[in-house]
C-alpha cells in the first residue's frame, strides 16, 4: 500500500519539530539553572537575606504541624506535638510493651552465645552521667581515629 507523499513530509516535519522543542527545552532549563546560579551566588552565599529564607522553607516543609495520638485526638499545638512524640517514643522505647515476656527457646539453636539474666539486667539498667564520663575517659590514647576516636579525643580538653 502506497504512502500519501504529503503525509511523509508531514511525518518529517513532525519529526523535525519535535527535536527543535527539544533543544529548545533543554536550553531553556539550562537557562534558568544559570540565572538560579547566579542569583544564589550573588545573593545567597553569604548567609544574606536571600540563604535564610531558604532554610526557614525547608525548615517549614518538614515542620510537623500536627499529630494524632493514640486516642484519636489531633494535637495542633507545638508543645502538645513535641510531648505526644516523647510519649509515643517512651511508651515504645521504656513502657510496659518492653517489658512483656518472649519465648527465646526457638532462637537459642541459632545464638553463639547465651547471656545470663544478671548480664541482660546489667545492659538495661540506668547510667548515671557520671559512669558515662568516666568510661569516655577511659578510652585508650592509641584507639583508632573513627568519629568515635575524634569525640574522645575531644571530651578529654580541659573544661569539658
Known sequence: MAMDPTTDILISLERVARLVLLKATKLEQSM?????????????????????????????????????????????????????????????????R??????????????RHIISVEEGESMIRPVSPGEVKEAVFDIAEDKAPDWMGILSDSSKLPGV
Not at 45 to 73: E, L, M, N, W, Y
Open 32 to 96: 534558568l539553572q544559570q540565572r538560579a546560579k547566579i542569583q544564589w551566588l550573588k545573593g545567597g552565599d553569604q548567609c544574606s537575606k536571600f540563604f535564610f529564607p531558604k532554610i526557614a522553607g525547608r525548615r517549614a516543609a518538614q515542620k510537623v504541624f500536627h499529630i494524632t495520638s493514640d486516642d484519636g485526638s489531633r494535637i495542633t499545638d507545638e508543645p502538645g506535638v513535641a510531648n505526644e512524640f516523647v510519649r509515643f517514643y517512651t511508651s515504645l522505647l521504656g513502657g510496659q
Open 98 to 111: 518492653r517489658r512483656q515476656h518472649i519465648d527465646l527457646i526457638p532462637l537459642q539453636a541459632h545464638a
